[in-house]
């Protein structure tokens, strides 16, 4: 018996609004997309969060036993600025900026992005995508769409048709919005004078002679639009129908609209059945933003280099702090709240190391199944990691208390607490004990040392200067200098 098969989760569809129970569409099996960066410049904290939460999800899914399949794309080519159907590509504007090929500035950016996942202890995707590996795919659908009535050609672009669409469809299903009050919104914009309706949008963009990254189509030579390659890859691995389509909350409108309609268009059926949507992350109650200076990069976190913190904090307590707001609430970034989640983290993982030396009795002062219990129901109710994080928390009042003898376990109640609490802390919350993580490298490194050094005493006992003096300067090369004095031989590092 899977996990999956006794636990029961509910998770808030943006589509209907509520809290519903999920069901996968083939038991036993998931398949969840999540909108991937547009891989231009350093990635956005804020992108990080969205990333973290699905990536939580992700980590509960596979550990209820369920067979993930979690696509995540690469916005490689297509993605205009102000998100838009006219102005610059962002990467093709990046790499004319910094005189490099658009591909480069894909490469870096991607490295970028991988490095700071990692560096958050994330899981890959099963499958990560870019959108210039499926231009094909993209094409194709083009055809369709056209072919089913729902786009128009117009001086080598295409256009979807939202009018025509919202005929006999529903266009605002996601986002809730009426197509009558965007008429009334939307305000001419210079450069549309090819669609129809300023609320259609490109599917597929004529290149101008400028244009770097375009490729041959039945239209023009040219390349796809936004809102299309996630339709395209989506439905390429999952399937025309699938389980769940995440992304930042900013996503939802126009681009995940844009993804439902063409999905119905091309298909004739909606495409996902559970949309999630991440929240905003905030810095001291304002919008991050790099042109008013409220603003940190993923790494200073890590270094400490940056005026809005005091310190540096290590990834763990990062990743602990972000997880303690729920998914789809604000999160507000500051100085005063990451110390607290450090406080809060070392907390935790003493608890967690303090697990191994509990003396156990014959019986137990707290019903650690229920507690148990009430884990799983935190994860259960849309995921709730600071409901979740308030348990353990819990559980390390009881680990306190039974070394203070004012509390007892059970041997068996004992591992039961043990692995629960490795499951949550390090399987589904991803935390790494960094701390001691360094310590013990550390004291590997000063053991390896303290070897050299008794080393090179015997040979210089030996008279063997030649060795003597190689193990210093080599170590010396390494940045690790010997220091004599009449005390012995300690050293430094630097
Ligand atoms: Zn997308």
Redesign the pocket.
């Known amino acids: 018996m899977k996990l999956f098969q006794e636990q029961e989760i509910k998770i808030y569809n943006s589509l209907s609004g509520k809290k519903e129970t999920f069901t996968p569409i083939t038991e036993g099996y998931v398949g969840m997309y999540v ?1 991937g960066p547009t891989v231009y410049s350093n990635v956005h904290l804020g992108n990080v969060r969205t990333f973290m939460s699905f990536d939580t999800i992700f980590r509960y899914l596979k550990h209820l036993g369920y067979k993930v399949r979690y696509v995540r ?1 690469i916005t490689d080519a297509g993605h205009l600025e102000n998100d838009a159907d006219v102005g610059e590509d962002r990467i093709a504007k990046k790499a004319r900026i910094e005189e490099i090929e658009p591909m480069e500035v894909v490469q870096r950016y991607t490295v970028d992005f991988h490095n700071i996942l990692n560096t958050f202890n994330f899981l890959p995707p099963s499958i990560e995508p870019t959108a210039t590996g499926h231009i094909i795919e993209q094409i194709e659908l083009i055809k369709s769409i056209i072919k089913n009535g729902f786009a128009y050609e117009v001086n080598g672009s295409v256009y979807f048709d939202v009018h025509k669409f919202d005929e006999t469809n529903n266009y605002g299903v996601l986002s809730k919005r009426k197509l009558d009050d965007l008429i009334h919104n939307t305000r001419g914009l210079e450069g549309q004078s090819d669609k129809k309706n300023p609320q259609d949008f490109a599917l597929w963009k004529k290149a101008e002679p400028q244009h770097i990254m375009r490729w041959p189509s039945p239209w023009s030579d040219g390349f796809p639009g936004w809102h299309l390659e ?1 339709t395209a890859m989506s439905t390429k691995y999952l399937g025309d129908h699938f389980d769940i389509h995440g ?1 930042g909350m900013d ?1 939802k409108f126009p ?1 995940h609209e844009c ?1 439902i309609a063409q999905n119905k268009a091309a298909k004739g059926q909606a495409p996902v059945n559970f949309w999630m949507h991440a929240n905003m992350l905030i810095m001291n109650g304002k919008k991050m933003a790099k042109s008013t200076g409220n603003f940190i990069l993923p790494t200073e976190i890590f270094t400490g280099n940056n005026p809005h913190i005091t310190k540096s904090f290590t990834p763990s307590v990062a990743r602990f702090f972000m997880l303690q707001a729920h998914y789809r609430s604000i999160l507000d970034f500051t100085n005063n709240g990451l110390l607290a989640s450090e406080k809060g983290f070392n907390r935790l993982m003493d608890a967690v190391k303090g697990i191994d030396t509990l003396q156990t009795t014959n019986s137990t002062s707290f019903n650690v199944l229920d507690w148990k219990k009430k884990c799983y129901d935190a994860m259960n109710d849309d995921f709730n990691t600071p409901i979740l994080i308030a348990n353990l928390f819990e559980a390390a009042k009881h680990v306190n208390q039974i070394k203070e003898g004012k509390a007892t376990i059970s041997a068996k109640d004992l591992e039961l607490l043990k692995s629960t609490m490795h499951t949550f802390v390090f399987d589904v919350l991803a935390l790494k004990d960094q701390a001691s993580e360094i310590d013990s490298k550390s004291n590997k490194l000063s053991g390896t040392v303290e070897l050299l050094i008794k080393l090179r005493q015997e040979a210089r006992a030996n008279k063997n200067f030649n060795l003597s003096d190689k193990i210093r300067d080599e170590l010396l090369e390494m940045g690790i200098q010997l220091n004599d004095s009449k005390e012995g031989t300690s050293f430094s590092t630097n």
Do not use: P
Request: charged content about 15%; overall charge negative; aromatic content about 0%.
């Open positions: 909108c794309n996630c992304g996503l681009h993804e």
